[in-house]
């Protein structure tokens, strides 16, 4: 299988050490069984030049909300729109494979909304979630999801 791709953004670095520890657990898997795909990250900032994306991909979009009385409605997005600006341009949403969404579970109703919103927005699927860093069965459970959906989609 060809290597898999992932965009994320991460304000605090929590989105970016998940991503480092799946390419780390790939290479791991790739090192066992080649059959098992590699995987390359992206960061996406305010100061990347957006591109087109030709070549199947999924996203990580930690939760910022901002507003609101905790029920989920009238919050606004903050800090990462330009992930859905970047998902919005041209045909980039067309090739996302699935949306992997973190947070933290003391914002309740709230948790992982950006992710829900954008699976929405783009019509892509909601593919995971995991808190913060996420743990290492995060990081086994997401890959392995990230390879079952590349294989959905070649059948
Ligand atoms: C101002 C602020 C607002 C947040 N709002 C939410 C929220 O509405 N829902 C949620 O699940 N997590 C929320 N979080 C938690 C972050 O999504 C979480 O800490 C995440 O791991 C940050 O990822 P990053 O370090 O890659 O930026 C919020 C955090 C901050 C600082």
């Known amino acids: ?35 098992y ?10 100061q990347t030049d957006f591109g087109n994306e030709t070549e199947p991909y999924f996203v990580s979009v930690p939760t910022y909300l901002s507003g609101g009385d905790g029920t989920g409605d009238n919050v606004k997005e903050v800090m990462t729109t330009i992930l859905g600006e970047y998902l919005d341009y041209h045909d980039n949403a067309k090739q996302c494979l699935g ?22 927005r783009f019509n892509v699927p909601f593919l995971a979630d995991f808190e913060l860093r996420g743990n290492d069965k995060d990081v086994q459970r997401i890959y392995e999801d990230m390879v079952e959906r590349t294989k959905e989609v070649n059948q």
């Open 99 to 120: 949306i992997i969404g973190s947070g933290n579970k003391n914002f309740n109703i709230q948790y992982c909304l950006t992710a829900k919103r954008y699976s929405k």
């Open 37 to 46: 795909p590699l995987l390359s990250i992206e960061e996406i900032s305010e």
């Open 1 to 35: 299988m060809k290597p898999l791709k992932l965009i994320f953004i991460s304000n605090t670095g929590n989105t970016r050490n998940f991503a480092e520890n799946l390419v780390n657990y790939a290479q791991e898997q790739n090192q066992k069984n080649p059959d």
